[in-house]
């Protein structure tokens, strides 16, 4: 099959690159000329773990290609698929349907033949409609069928979840389609990966109700981590006993300094939105948003009650700025709330992040930092926010040595109580008892 991804972010250049090794022919396309030039040379714009090998090799075979040209790639295609941004529109909190339409209108003028459009972005309810509307609008005579197709992947792990995915959800209301898509995601079937087939509106609700019960699994967690805080107990083992009955499942049930990233935070604003508009508002997301954004906010406060109530003038030395290990994105990482309301409290913050480049500019007044040691040095608390795996099996006789304080908050439970036991650290996870 010929493909054309419109968008070559995080999902459109995973897609794409896992879409030609699977053997179809592909080309990215994104409007932004430095991320496609970036790409022809050989570079790969974002930190993805195997994505630089998968992409080489498929450019290599002459099956995927990277253009800011759109015009050849969608005449020749299959299926269009539409894999640009989706961010909360500012002020009411409502996904920006902006690129998505724009991405239809340019599609329209361009389809040649029978096309099948995928929105592989995540659009609230009703969307694909309104893309049917505007090619019918701008080409009255194409052949197309619009279908919902959205993604599950997770940055850091995006190609595995890409290739052996749980299910494949495929929203249409154009038969015609279905066989294309079939085709698209073929040499899945060997996995015997199920291929849900709704109707293309239920497709999009899919992929909202999915993010807002995870992101609702974590703020749960969180609020039994405070719980555990007040009345004595341990989160880790709460969340393993009640993780290992089936019904619950042992995932996303990690207490830590509330959820971020490019998806949760926006996803579950655009769900509210959609849900009170449609006068079925979802109680249970609107306060998962509450909680979650309340918690983001007072982790700051948790860090300072730590170092005894006031960081003015103290050195606080951060590890991990992304919003989750294995990725490079910042997007409403909680590093964003966190480190910024220190600063304001007057600490002096320094940090080292392996991957999240983009937090120098995004954390201005941040001295950045070589590695774990440099961050931990001269400071009074150290704190983990984010697991990267280089943090997990820190010298912590080394970490006592540098800082000038022995303070260390670990919001993500990455070491327990007592692994600190005799290094002079006072060590305080989420959720649990306090070491030393
Ligand atoms: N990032 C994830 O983990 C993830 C997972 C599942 C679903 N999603 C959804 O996938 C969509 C894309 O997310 P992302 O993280 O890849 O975003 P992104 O910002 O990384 O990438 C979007 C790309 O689209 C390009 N673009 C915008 N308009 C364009 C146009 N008209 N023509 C060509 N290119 C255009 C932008 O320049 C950008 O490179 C969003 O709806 C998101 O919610 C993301």
Same mark, same amino acid.
């Given at each position: 099959?010929?493909?054309?991804?419109?968008?070559?972010?995080?999902?459109?250049?995973?897609?794409?690159?896992?879409?030609?090794?699977?053997?179809?022919?592909?080309?990215?396309?994104?409007?932004?000329?430095?991320?496609?030039?970036?790409?022809?040379?050989?570079?790969?714009?974002?930190?993805? !773990?195997?994505?630089?090998?998968?992409?080489?090799?498929?450019?290599?075979?002459?099956?995927?290609?990277?253009?800011?040209?759109?015009?050849?790639?969608?005449?020749?295609?299959?299926? $269009?698929?539409?894999?640009?941004?989706?961010?909360? *529109?500012?002020?009411?909190?409502?996904?920006?349907?902006?690129?998505?339409?724009?991405?239809?209108?340019?599609?329209?003028?361009?389809?040649?033949?029978?096309?099948?459009?995928?929105?592989?972005?995540?659009?609230? $309810?009703?969307?694909?409609?309104?893309?049917?509307?505007?090619?019918?609008?701008?080409?009255?005579?194409?052949?197309?069928?619009?279908?919902?197709?959205?993604?599950?992947?997770?940055?850091?792990?995006?190609?595995?979840?890409?290739?052996?995915?749980?299910?494949?959800?495929?929203?249409?209301?154009?038969?015609?389609?279905?066989?294309?898509?079939?085709?698209?995601?073929?040499?899945?079937?060997?996995?015997?990966?199920?291929?849900?087939?709704?109707?293309?509106?239920?497709?999009?609700?899919?992929?909202?109700?999915?993010?807002?019960?995870?992101?609702?699994?974590?703020?749960?967690?969180?609020?039994?981590?405070?719980?555990?805080?007040?009345?004595?107990?341990?989160?880790?083992?709460?969340? *393993?006993?009640?993780?290992?009955?089936?019904?619950?499942?042992?995932?996303?049930?990690?207490?830590?300094?509330?959820?971020?990233?490019?998806?949760?935070?926006?996803?579950?604003?655009?769900?509210?939105?959609?849900?009170?508009?449609?006068?079925?508002?979802?109680?249970?997301?609107?306060?998962?948003?509450?909680?979650?954004?309340?918690?983001?906010?007072?982790?700051?406060?948790?860090?300072?009650?730590?170092?005894?109530?006031?960081?003015?003038?103290?050195?606080?030395?951060?590890?991990?700025?992304?919003?989750? @290990?294995?990725?490079?994105?910042?997007?409403?990482?909680?590093?964003?709330?966190? #480190? !910024?309301?220190?600063?304001?409290?007057?600490?002096? $913050?320094?940090?080292?992040? @392996?991957?999240?480049?983009?937090?120098?500019?995004?954390?201005?007044? #941040?001295?950045?930092?070589?590695?774990?040691?440099?961050?931990?040095?001269?400071?009074?608390?150290?704190?983990?926010?984010?697991?990267?795996?280089?943090?997990?099996?820190?010298?912590?006789?080394?970490?006592?040595?540098?800082?000038?304080?022995?303070?260390?908050?670990?919001?993500?439970?990455?070491?327990?109580?007592?692994?600190?036991?005799?290094?002079?650290?006072?060590?305080?996870?989420?959720?649990? @008892?306090?070491?030393?």
């Amino acid at each position: 099959m010929r493909i054309a991804m419109i968008g070559t972010g995080y999902v459109g250049l995973v897609s794409g690159a896992c879409f030609a090794d699977f053997g179809h022919v592909v080309c990215c396309i994104d409007k932004d000329a430095g991320k496609i030039a970036r790409l022809n040379a050989g570079e790969i714009p974002i930190f993805e !773990p195997g994505l630089d090998a998968l992409v080489a090799a498929n450019v290599k075979a002459g099956r995927l290609t990277f253009s800011v040209e759109a015009a050849d790639a969608i005449a020749g295609a299959d299926a $269009v698929f539409i894999a640009v941004g989706t961010p909360s *529109r500012r002020g009411d909190g409502h996904a920006d349907l902006s690129y998505v339409y724009a991405a239809a209108e340019e599609i329209a003028g361009l389809i040649d033949g029978f096309t099948v459009i995928v929105t592989k972005s995540t659009v609230p $309810v009703g969307t694909g409609d309104e893309i049917d509307a505007i090619v019918r609008r701008v080409r009255p005579d194409a052949q197309f069928a619009v279908v919902s197709n959205p993604e599950f992947l997770r940055e850091g792990a995006a190609i595995e979840d890409f290739k052996r995915p749980d299910r494949v959800i495929v929203g249409l209301d154009d038969e015609r389609a279905r066989e294309v898509m079939r085709e698209l995601y073929r040499p899945l079937s060997l996995n015997e990966t199920p291929m849900v087939f709704t109707s293309r509106r239920t497709s999009e609700l899919i992929k909202y109700a999915a993010n807002a019960y995870l992101a609702m699994k974590i703020t749960f967690i969180n609020e039994v981590a405070d719980l555990c805080e007040a009345v004595g107990g341990d989160v880790q083992q709460v969340a *393993r006993g009640i993780g290992l009955d089936g019904r619950i499942g042992g995932k996303f049930l990690n207490a830590g300094p509330g959820y971020g990233g490019s998806c949760f935070p926006k996803d579950t604003k655009a769900l509210v939105r959609t849900a009170s508009a449609a006068g079925a508002p979802l109680r249970l997301i609107e306060t998962t948003v509450a909680v979650n954004d309340a918690r983001k906010k007072a982790m700051a406060t948790r860090i300072a009650a730590a170092m005894g109530g006031d960081v003015a003038g103290k050195t606080i030395g951060i590890l991990g700025l992304t919003f989750k @290990p294995n990725t490079d994105d910042m997007r409403d990482a909680p590093s964003l709330d966190i #480190v !910024p309301a220190l600063l304001a409290a007057g600490a002096k $913050v320094q940090a080292y992040d @392996p991957e999240g480049h983009e937090a120098k500019a995004l954390l201005p007044g #941040v001295a950045m930092k070589a590695g774990p040691y440099e961050a931990a040095k001269g400071a009074d608390a150290l704190v983990f926010l984010t697991e990267w795996d280089q943090f997990r099996a820190l010298d912590f006789a080394k970490v006592r040595d540098v800082m000038r304080g022995k303070v260390v908050v670990d919001l993500r439970n990455i070491y327990k109580p007592g692994d600190m036991t005799g290094t002079g650290l006072e060590y305080q996870g989420i959720g649990r @008892p306090r070491g030393d």
